[in-house]
């Protein structure tokens, strides 16, 4: 199935999340990473949940990292970095895995 950017393979216990944006080797932007935490949470909600997820990209590359292209775009005018914690932290309350915010 797909989502934005990103596609998810079901089969059996195995389950193949390919990261599709091959124009831009794969790069990380909020979209992306948008569809793989939908697809993530599709995975999460299934009746028979996977025993193995695969993380795979699509073309030639894994991923090369945050996509700088764009900044500034859509009202968007903080880094990269910034942008993308944001994807993965949309509160301000520090999670358990990430350092005590200020």
């Known amino acids: 199935m797909q989502f934005e950017r990103a596609n998810l393979e079901i089969d059996g216990p195995v389950a193949v999340l390919r990261m599709n944006d091959p124009d831009v080797l794969n790069a990380l932007s909020p979209g992306m990473i948008k569809g793989m935490t939908d697809a ?5 909600a299934a009746e ?8 795979t990209g ?7 990292g ?5 900044r500034g775009k ?3 005018t903080r880094g990269a970095g910034q942008t993308l914690e944001t ?8 999670c358990a895995i ?5």
């Open 48 to 55: 028979t949940p996977a025993r193995c997820l695969v993380l």
């Open 40 to 44: 993530l949470d599709f995975l999460a």
């Open 98 to 102: 990430c350092p005590a915010r200020s």
């Open 87 to 94: 994807v993965f932290h949309p509160s301000s309350a520090a």
């Open 66 to 70: 945050a996509n700088l292209q764009g």
């Open 74 to 76: 859509d009202g968007i």
């Open 58 to 64: 699509t073309g030639r590359a894994f991923s090369t």
